[in-house]
């Protein structure tokens, strides 16, 4: 869409389109990172705008360079300055799980993290994992076990279960359950999306 | 799993398991939600709410926020139609604000953080006046009153059959006992989002709803459009439970700013917003009496209820129909007062008022069993009605039908068998050794389904690929999946040709939406017979091609074949092609159920609890729902139904509590972490068990029965009832908090550990 | 959520550099699952955000002379799995893998545990309470299931952190730095009671950074446990938790740390149920005694009597548990 029509004023938001893949300088970051932590790259505050700053995050493989406002959260950045609208906000404060992401090979919860912290991260969305044509094994064992009812939770439910089970691949189904817990399903298909994470993780192996 | 065997061998596709028809949609985040929708120079609304629980608005000052650089149209109650939302007393704003939370001006700006300075710019002036919060005291004299007519929404609805008074002068026992349910959060994942967009005078709206058809009825009414200038769109909804069931103001509000600023416009409420202005479960206090014979029948139920609709509800609250249809009773009033006071807009949630009464009866009906010494099944079983029993038709109490198809004796039958009911301890609270008590409680509930008028179209491309449109919605119950497998049932083509366009008012007729236990037999029995429509149509193509008459034709797997002769057939799409055309069909019913007879949709809960009577903790051993689902569709869908509909009626057990503090009517909990709802840890999903108990209607589809509501009915008292049996004490307040089970206790015995400073 | 500045500083001293004189203005964030939660719901307002996660300083779980020094920019998740930590420090390990979900333990750092702000409801909603500079708590006459029943007023929140507790018992050391200077606080001393700041929780100067917790080795032969006691499984902050950690020789407790979470507003030592079991063998009756004495004094509001035999029960099985 056009932003022509955005204005700009003081101390408010810029929302330029993204720069898809035009940020050569991102080729440098490191995936084994703690999340948000980045040695290599520290962006700096504009002279400008303090209040505004280059943000540089591989996602789904993708490097994109950014100027946002300091108070963009990791999903605002997600969902509207990439249009990743596979990622959710069920509560916008870290007490639901629908945002949940992969930030350097970790499960967190993307509303509740700023933009400007994660930069020179690598993150995972649901759109990183499978698509309609090749779906992920994780994709796949929440289909054979209808793991959902509205969805809504849906890609937060499966990247939680692609952390799980990366860090833990033949989990148990208590071990399921914990390492679950951090999402919520408010049509509590629990028994099926616990199914799921176990089949997946049949998958998997397979 | 009481899984059966397809029993009627013509079926192919009804009563099969499979994956959801839109299931990669939703596990590829490529569903689009509301909220995922962007239109070209979309702008961002946010609501300006008020602080207090009453007052009116003397002043307010919109022109710092107009100034604001990226806002474009501000909106306050002086824009707003002077008009109630439809269903509601509510205006969409208003100069008068009866809850902490309720919106009367609003701002739409080129982003939401725009958006939420300029809100911050309005200045406005209150008039506070006083507020009730509690609908007993706002029956009093001297209450504050919330409307010119006061505040009893319209008569108390009244049921009376026989007399209740002779009844307990009859009884050979007589208790009553108070039971409360709070107001609850009900809410869904996806918080209510709309986007509206102005073509002319034309309005187009994307929002999360259950019935667009009623978003339709309110926007045309607001705006004075004329229906095919309005379309209503919620294609993907993330949860509804009755939340979203009837239109609501942020719609109103989104097509208002939307009107004035020119450009389309989306407002997406907060989590807070939703929690506090979205139509959460209603409090209900029940005074219940009831009178028994020695027999073990009910002689008598005095049923008076307190309805805490908050300030608006969305349509009319009350209970359920179990006193009157659940139960043989020979003397029943039933009062039910429905009272506005101060507090957050109530409305239906996964049963109007079903869980609450639910809650009430069952409980009490447990605790005069005990009292009798009787076993509380036997005691149920006695006084369940059953086929051929009399039974209301409509709501009035008035025995006029005959009951047919009642699963309910079913239900308690193998839902016991499976929980093992003889291990009951028969003498509550004893034999008990060790902090930890065990016990066991059941609950049956029951409902209605099938109501009101719906409609559906079924398209078949020149390809031979069906598109079925409907203007119901998808609210998570799978209704995509089992409505298009009952049109690939009758038309012979496969699932996976199909294509739904759910919850579209231009492209589907009308429909009442998804609530109530209704999608599946109201807009399947439409979708049946749009599809029978389609498939006489396909005949027609066909015989002349295949030198038969339409009445030889039979289609099976996508190919038109003469009955009775392998060698004539005709693949599906060969007969569209040749015939050039694409077929359309349309079915709109009005209500399933028609004539004396009478089909109700009961369910039974069984419980085993363990009470730790040292922190007051419950925690569920074992759990068994077992319900009349009539036929089943698709027997995935109809487990994952009950066990998610299990759950959320135990998470009421357990949390869900909105606290409003009474010094000045806040909602104090408004968040996930306060209300808690529970966590995949919470109640161990794998001591849920389903029975589906087959048991077809005469009205569904194929026999099929709605059960979206009722597993989320029995839990609360189920759950009572088994901490009773387990420790001797009554719970009649939900949640069961650590207080309530440690306060119970030490009541029990007073030399406990009830240490205060 | 308002913007603010917010720029990485380089270095520890470049950190407490940008900070200022008051609270508040200048915030720190490190896992940020607190502060940004404050910052959407307006309760702080700050001109500008410093950022610590990444400062070397605050980093890694080293050993130290008496037992580990822990950066406090670790995530809880990491807390929780490290092998060191769970060796010689069990206790916190089994205190940080209770708090919040994966995800939170993710995000969230040690040094952010113990300085998050209360819970309590009327503090998250903004009302004009001790803690927003005000002179009221509302919790007193107000919806006070959770607050404290130990050392309550003239506010009544409770300290709301998992890791604080363990760190008690511990016997941990708060490492804090304003860039130009350093302290070293016991932890004990780190946290204040209302009567000694209503407005804050613990001891921390405006310009300081939590920069290291010197945890002492656990006393060799010594037990411990952390139980938490939530209305939902998991996802919660605690009803009441306790962190015990005993040493018994021959059949005798030799010493033993009791502390509170949940129930006080700050983590609360109860010293004399302690006292109650040093010198008893660890049974039914000792543990008992243990957990009434732990609630001797205790002043429950309107709706938290509660949890009194609910501490009591709490403490007694988790001292049994180490029997």
Partial sequence: MADDDREQSEGAVSRRAFLKGGAAATGALSATLMPGVAEAQLPLAKDA??????????????????????????????????????????????????????????????????????????????????????????????????????????????????????????????????????????????????????TASRLLQA | ??????????????????????????????????????????????????????????????????????????????????????????????DRVRFVGEGFAAVAATDLET??????????????????????????????????????????????????????????RVIERVYRCPTMWSGSMEPHAAIALWEGAKLTMWCSAQSPNRVHMNMTQQFDLSDANCRIISSYVGGGFGTKSAPHVDETIAALLAKKAGRPVKLQYTREEEILDSNTRFEVKMYMRVGVMKDMSIRALDVRAYINQGAYHSRLGGLGNHATHLYNITHLRT?????????????????????????????????????????????????????????????????DGVLINQGAELCINQGAARLGWNRRNPTPGAGQSGPKARGIGMAVTERGGGAGLAGAEVKINLDGSVVMSFASTDIGTGSRTTLSMIASEVLGVPLSKFLTVAGDTEAAPYDGGSQGNRTLQSTGRAVEQAARDCLQQVFAAAAPLLKAMPAELEMRDSVVRVRGDAQRMMALSEVMSRRGRSIVGDGNVAGA????????????????????????????????????????????????????????????????????????????????????????????????????????????????????????????????????????????????????????????????????? | MDNFSYARPATLRDAASQLGREHNRVMLIAGGTDVLGELKDHLREPERLVPIRHLKELQGIRPSRTGLRIGAATLLADIAESDVIRQQAPVLAMAAGKVGTPQIRNMGTIGGNICQRPRCWYYR???????????????????????????????????????????????????????????????????????????????????????????????????????????????????????????????????????????????????????????????????????????????????????????????????????
């Fill in chain 1, 49 to 198: 705008d303090p209040r505004l700053t280059t943000v540089d995050l591989r996602v789904n493989g993708v490097a994109y360079r950014k100027e946002v406002p300091n108070s963009r959260t990791l999903v605002e950045f997600i969902r509207e300055d990439l249009k990743l609208t596979g990622t959710k906000v069920g509560c916008d404060r870290a007490m639901c799980g629908a945002c949940t992401v992969i930030l350097n090979g970790r499960n967190v919860y993307a509303c509740s993290m700023l933009a400007v912290e994660v930069s020179g991260g690598d993150v995972t969305t649901i759109e990183g994992l499978g698509t309609t044509d090749a779906l992920h094994p994780i994709q796949q064992a929440f289909i054979e076990k209808s793991g959902f009812q509205c969805g809504f939770c849906t890609s937060g439910q499966i990247m939680s279960t692609k952390a799980l089970l990366d860090k833990m691949p033949r989990p148990t189904e208590d071990d399921a359950r914990l390492l679950m817990s951090g999402n919520l399903c408010r049509c509590s298909a629990y028994k099926r999306i616990l199914e799921s994470v176990m």
């Fill in chain 2, 1 to 94: 799993m009481a899984q059966q065997q397809n029993q009627n061998a013509t079926l192919n596709v009804v009563g099969t398991r499979g994956p959801n028809i839109d299931a990669i949609a939703r596990v590829t985040g490529t569903a689009k939600y509301t909220g995922d929708i962007e239109l070209p120079g979309m702008l961002h609304a946010r609501v300006l709410r008020s602080p207090h629980p009453h007052a009116r608005i003397v002043g307010i000052d919109t022109s710092k926020a107009e100034a604001l650089p990226g806002v474009k149209a501000v909106i306050t109650y002086k824009d707003a139609p002077k008009l109630p939302i439809w269903g509601s007393r509510q205006f969409v704003m208003n």
């Fill in chain 2, 115 to 172: 958006a939420d300075r300029a809100l911050r710019l309005i200045q406005v002036q209150f008039e506070q006046l006083p507020f009730v919060m509690d609908p007993e005291e706002a029956l009093k004299p001297g209450a504050p009153q919330l409307f010119p007519d006061g505040n009893l929404e319209g008569q108390a609805r009244a049921v009376t059959r026989g007399s209740v008074e002779q009844g307990f002068k009859e009884s050979d």
């Fill in chain 2, 335 to 399: 009062q039910q007062f429905r009272v506005h006071t101060n507090i957050a807009n109530t409305g239906p949630t996964r049963g109007v008022g079903d869980p609450q009464e639910c809650f009430g009866l069952d409980s009490v009906l447990d605790e005069i069993a005990n009292e009798m010494g009787w076993d509380p099944m036997a005691f149920r079983l006695k006084n369940i009605k059953r086929n051929g029993d009399p039974v209301p038709r409509g709501q009035t109490g008035v025995e």
């Fill in chain 2, 593 to 757: 159920q028609t004539g004396m007879n009478v089909e109700r949709t009961p369910g039974a809960h069984f419980v085993e609890v363990e009470v730790d009577r040292e922190t007051g903790k419950v925690r569920i051993l074992k759990y068994v729902s077992a319900h009349d689902v009539g036929q089943p569709i698709n027997l995935t869908i109809v487990e994952n139904q009950l066990e998610g509909g299990t759950i959320q009626g135990l998470a009421l057990t357990q949390a869900e509590e909105m606290r409003f503090d009474p010094r000045d009517g806040k909602c104090l909990n408004a968040n996930f972490l306060d209300l808690k709802p529970p966590t995949m840890m919470d109640f161990d999903p794998r001591v849920i068990d389903i029975i589906a108990v087959d048991n077809k209607s005469a009205f569904g589809p194929f026999g099929a029965k709605g059960l979206g509501e009722n597993p989320n009915h029995p839990g609360m008292a189920a759950v009572a009832n088994a901490i009773y049996n387990a420790t001797g004490v009554r719970l009649r307040e939900v949640p069961f908090t650590r207080a309530d089970v440690l306060q119970g206790l030490g009541q029990q015995r007073p030399a406990a550990q009830t240490a205060r400073g």
């Fill in chain 3, 125 to 323: 909603n903004n009302y004009p309470c001790f803690k927003h500079g005000g002179n009221t708590c509302f919790s007193a006459a107000g919806e006070n299931d959770f607050h404290a029943i130990l050392e309550g007023g003239p506010s009544f929140i409770v300290h709301p952190s998992d890791t604080a507790p363990a760190l008690v018992a511990l016997g941990a050391t708060v490492r804090i730095s304003s860039g130009s200077r350093e302290r070293s606080v016991p932890i004990a001393e780190f946290f204040v009671t209302p009567r000694q700041d209503a407005r804050r929780e613990n001891v921390l100067q405006p310009n300081e950074i939590v920069t290291e917790l010197e945890v002492p080795s656990a006393p060799a032969g010594s037990k411990a446990i952390y139980v938490k006691e939530m209305v939902r499984e998991m996802w919660d902050f605690a009803l009441c938790s306790v962190a015990a950690m005993v040493t018994v020789q021959n059949g005798v407790v030799q010493n033993a740390r009791i502390v509170l979470g949940g129930v006080a507003p700050r983590p609360y030592r109860a010293a004399a149920a302690e006292t109650a079991l040093v010198g008893k063998a660890l049974d039914e009756a000792s543990a008992t005694a243990a957990g009434e004495a732990a609630v001797q004094g205790a002043r429950p509001l309107a709706k938290n009597a509660y949890k009194v035999p609910l501490t009591q029960a709490v403490v007694k099985r988790a001292l049994l548990s180490l029997a």
